[in-house]
């Protein structure tokens, strides 16, 4: 809009000041120009008109916060609309009040997550934390000299994870079941099983097909026991030096006894405990056999330990390892089946803005898929949910459709591995290891 143009507006205005409309298109006008303060003059000293909706209300508002005048901004702030309540954040912000201002914040957003802000949250935060110190900065915890107490450091570098149970995971009900009465019963009752000579501890290997649940249920495991959870890394234990691989298995060992109960997970577990024979490198046998003296727990007890190893080639373990002692607890973790899949998709949804979702579709139309295709399913239909609501600037909760329009694009992953576990459980199926996979198979029709 060019000057005379403008011109011709204000002049027509201060005609018919009662023109609310006029003003509107003033007030653009000149926060186009990016000339706040001729459009505050037309503000100054006026009541908010009553005919003006909220986007007239945030026009106003603008205007008075690009021409400095904050405390002036507040007065046309005065709706619950989401976006309104995000500009009066910014106002606060601007008069320092954080507390008030971040109240704002945290009610827009929950009115409309696609107004989410960081750069306001975080300056809102830092303000309010300033000033909560009576005025001075936060203190600092520098981690990088020899003064850094060990407290700090394990605070900083292992934060508490969330504890996870079976109500946190769907379907595996048999699994569950076997678990909790030959795993989790001696920790929960241990005066009953000593009274049997029994001890709380043990061994148990996970092994299905990728995707499945094994992580989660070693995790859940720890939480039913009120255990703690140690989560060894295969870079937590294999080194380049000769002995080092041996001297750190020993060392997660000794640290499990001495926080006992506790549980410790090796994912990957062939990793660390191959066969032996399909390796030509002395160092590979050497870890084998120190994980096997810990197991056994030579010279100190192993009570209260329990060691959980997973894997997607069982075939591929130390047969050493099912000795009774070690992995005597065998577990195939199989693919959900239907009703998982609905208990897992629920799970999956819980607390997610959508539509009604006919989840017995899904389950119905997923035949195959581990749960981790069923979360990238959710997650593929929630990104279009997302983009929706950035598109359209409001919140778009999750639709049906969203998920059926991801189900053709998301593929199963566990055929290609029940495909070679089929042939393994037909065709090297010592002492009947692979019972519960031909079984799995049977039912399911894979064969």
């Known amino acids: 809009m060019d000057d005379a143009t403008i011109a011709s507006l204000r002049q027509a205005y201060q005609l018919t000041p009662g023109n609310h409309a006029l003003l509107a298109l003033l007030l ?104 909560k110190a009576g005025g001075r900065a936060p203190r600092v915890t520098v981690l990088a000299n020899d003064d850094t107490r060990e407290e700090d450091m394990a605070r900083v570098l292992e934060p508490a994870g969330e504890r996870v149970t079976f109500a946190d995971i769907g379907g595996l009900d048999d699994i569950k079941e076997q678990v909790r009465r030959k795993i989790i019963l001696p920790f929960q009752k241990p005066s009953l099983f000593q009274r049997f000579r029994q001890k709380a501890g043990g061994g148990i290997l996970l092994y299905g097909p990728p995707g499945c649940g094994k992580t989660l249920m070693a995790r859940a495991t720890a939480g039913e026991c009120q255990a703690a959870f140690h989560n060894v890394a ?26 006992a109960p506790c549980v410790l997970f090796f994912d990957e577990i062939e990793a660390l405990g191959g066969r032996r ?51 005597d607890r065998v577990q195939f973790v199989p693919p959900p089946d239907r009703e998982a899949r609905r208990a897992i998709l629920a799970i999956l949804l819980r607390e997610r803005p959508a539509e009604p979702i006919d989840i017995d579709f899904l389950a119905a139309n997923t035949s195959g898929f581990s749960g981790a295709d069923l979360r990238y399913l959710v997650e593929s239909a929630v990104e279009e949910a997302i983009d929706a609501s950035i598109a359209q600037g409001r919140e778009v909760p999750l639709s049906d459709q969203d998920l059926r329009s991801a189900l053709k ?11 070679t576990a089929r042939n393994y459980a037909r065709y090297a199926n010592e002492s009947g290891q692979y019972d519960e996979v031909l079984a799995f198979l049977d039912k399911h029709g894979k064969q």
Request: contains cysteine.
């Open 28 to 131: 653009r006008a000149y926060l186009e120009r990016e000339e706040p303060l001729l459009g505050f003059e037309l503000l100054a000293g006026r009541e908010v008109p009553a005919a003006f909706g909220p986007e007239e209300r945030l026009l106003g508002a603008r205007t008075c916060l690009a021409a400095d005048q904050p405390q002036a901004a507040l007065a046309w702030l005065l709706d619950g609309e989401p976006q309104t309540l995000l500009l009066k954040a910014r106002t606060l912000a601007e008069l320092g009040r954080a507390d008030d201002g971040l109240r704002a914040y945290r009610e827009a957003v929950a009115k409309n997550a696609a107004l989410e802000d960081h750069g306001l949250s975080a300056q809102l935060e830092g303000m309010l934390a300033i000033q």
């Open 409 to 419: 694009r998301v593929k199963p992953t566990t055929l290609e591995w029940l495909t």
């Open 277 to 327: 024979q399909h390796s030509r490198e002395a160092a590979s046998a050497k870890v084998v056999s120190q994980f096997l003296a810990e197991m056994d727990g030579f010279g100190q007890s192993n009570a209260g330990v329990l060691v959980i190893g997973a894997t997607n080639v069982p075939w591929a373990v130390d047969s050493a390892f099912r000795r009774p002692g070690r992995f």
């Open 234 to 259: 295969i870079a937590d234990v294999l080194d380049m030096y000769l002995g080092e691989s041996e001297r750190k298995l020993q060392a997660l060992f000794q640290k499990a006894r001495q926080s």
